[in-house]
């Protein structure tokens, strides 16, 4: 696998220091954090990501959102959305909206998070 670029959005910087710096370990894996989804989008325009991992409730602007403005700029973009508040509805407008997958918070393991950002990104 060649080094893959990933986008972490998350409003938690706990998790976003948890998730760069476990991701981090696997050498084919470049990773790049926002905290707040506004200065994500302006960079996702300048810059190519191969996934993104995606928080679904943040107060500056929900994933959903966020994730409908990464697929008007990339329609094929790969994301993970990531959820503490597993409501089916929001999982499956994730779904409609384009997500290619999600994983719920906290995470069962991130070991297993690994092996879903690596299945993600060998589609």
Sequence with gaps: MSKKSILIIDDESEILNLL???????PNFSITTYANPVSAISDFERTNYDLVLLDIMMPQ????????KLKAKKEDQKVVMMTAY???DKVLKSHKEG???????????LEALEKKVIEVLEQ
């Design 86 to 88: 597993s409501t089916l």
């Design 61 to 68: 602007m929900n994933g959903l959102e966020v994730l409908e």
């Design 99 to 109: 997500a290619t997958n999600y994983v719920m918070k906290p995470f069962s393991s």
């Design 20 to 26: 760069s710096r476990f991701l981090s370990r696997n």
